[in-house]
């Protein structure tokens, strides 16, 4: 098992000098930590679409790095040019992955950011430092984001609780302290002796992979457990409140999350186990109404039959559903909770009448 040390490895980087992006390729955790170095949009298109770097939040940073090192590699003076080579590189990125909602939201930023310096008549120089500057912005704003999520979670639970989680929010899937791991994080800085289950998550593993790998670097002492232990775990009270991450909320609350997590939803409800949503507001998507519009991506039938398994293990004549994401219904969830607080799901609309930016 490969050792991690976090403050070594930022999940996204961006090497300014050498126009490369930088990121662990999680594909090959926890066997080994490599790091890779990435320029070309191409590259780091694959990077996400096949999980290298995963995770809604370090999908978004990873993204407004992207499309900065994209405009910054444009070689011309005119900002019309500039405006259309950008706009190729963000549509194209924009493919990589179509359930988290911060992909489109960071490219969304970057394009802002791009019109606010057109309309000001930047050159493209100072068109290229604006780009820096709104990227560096979205990877410093995950950290605080996360930080205060955890905080905010924080003040829902007391010392020793048992915690459950899904997949992988850690500090792998933004660039530190996670959304759902951020409460465990601080709760172990604090001394609170949280007892944490990690789903294993299948047919990913991000959860045995990426979260116990990483909560147990940082001395916490995780326990995995296969996605279908979770009601045998909750009926023997070892569950006092589950925190998940989210890939996107829609307007009424239903959240979009690593496929099973609903099922854990409906669970916890069975046992009366508080279920919390932890996301930063940039994961918020309060123009899709409901879960129903929410995009979910399907993935490649060996993640399912073959891969992990040294010789398949489903008939090559069954076929395959694999869909990587499921929907969690409002009703299921105790809240939501944003670096702004927690919130109850039908409480969203209000808050973020005007949008979620
Ligand atoms: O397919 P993945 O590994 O990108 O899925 C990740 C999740 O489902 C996470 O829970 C979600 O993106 C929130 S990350 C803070």
């Not at 609903?262 to 994961?283: E, M, N």
């Not at 979910?296 to 039938?301: G, H, L």
């Not at 939501?336 to 039908?346: C, F, H, K, Q, R």
């Amino acid at each position: 098992m490969a050792s991690f040390n976090s403050a070594d490895f930022p999940t996204v980087a961006l090497d300014e000098a050498a126009g490369e992006i930088v990121i662990i390729d999680q594909t090959l955790l926890p066997g080994e930590v490599k790091l890779l170095r990435l320029s070309k949009i191409e590259d780091i298109w694959e990077a996400i679409n096949v999980l290298r770097v995963r995770g809604a939040p370090a999908i978004g940073v990873t993204a407004a790095f992207a499309v900065y090192l994209a405009g910054s590699a444009v070689a011309t003076d005119d900002p019309r040019v500039f405006e259309k080579r950008f706009g190729e590189a963000a549509g194209y990125l924009a493919t990589a992955r179509p359930t988290a909602v911060n992909l489109f939201w960071a490219i969304g930023r970057m394009k802002r950011a791009l019109g606010g310096a057109l309309a000001a008549a930047l050159s493209v120089a100072d068109i290229k430092a604006a780009l820096l500057k709104e990227a560096l912005a979205i990877r410093d704003g995950d950290i605080a984001i996360c930080k205060a999520i955890g905080e905010h979670a924080l003040g829902l639970l007391k010392p020793g609780m048992g915690l459950l989680t899904h997949c992988n929010a850690g500090r792998l899937a933004t660039v530190e302290y996670g959304t759902a791991t951020s409460v465990m994080y601080l709760g172990h800085e604090k001394g609170y002796g949280f007892k944490i289950y990690c789903d294993e998550t299948r047919p990913l593993l991000q959860g045995a992979r990426l979260t116990a790998f990483e909560l147990a670097a940082a001395g916490m002492r995780p326990t995995v457990i296969c996605d279908n232990m979770v009601s045998s775990l909750m009926k023997a009270g070892k569950v006092d409140a589950v925190f998940t991450g989210c890939d996107r909320v829609a307007a009424n609350g239903d959240s979009a999350n690593k496929i099973g997590t609903s099922g854990v939803a409906i669970i916890a409800k069975h046992y009366g186990v508080p279920f919390y949503i932890c996301a930063p507001s940039s994961t918020l998507d309060m123009s899709t109404p409901d879960g129903a519009g929410i995009v979910i991506e399907q993935r490649p039938a060996a993640e399912v039959t073959e891969m992990w398994y040294k010789t398949r293990m489903a008939p090559a004549d069954a076929d395959v559903y694999n869909p990587a994401f499921d929907v969690t219904d409002a009703s299921l969830i105790t809240a939501i909770v944003t670096e702004d607080g927690a919130l109850a799901p039908g409480r969203l609309r209000e808050k973020y009448a005007g949008g979620a930016d």
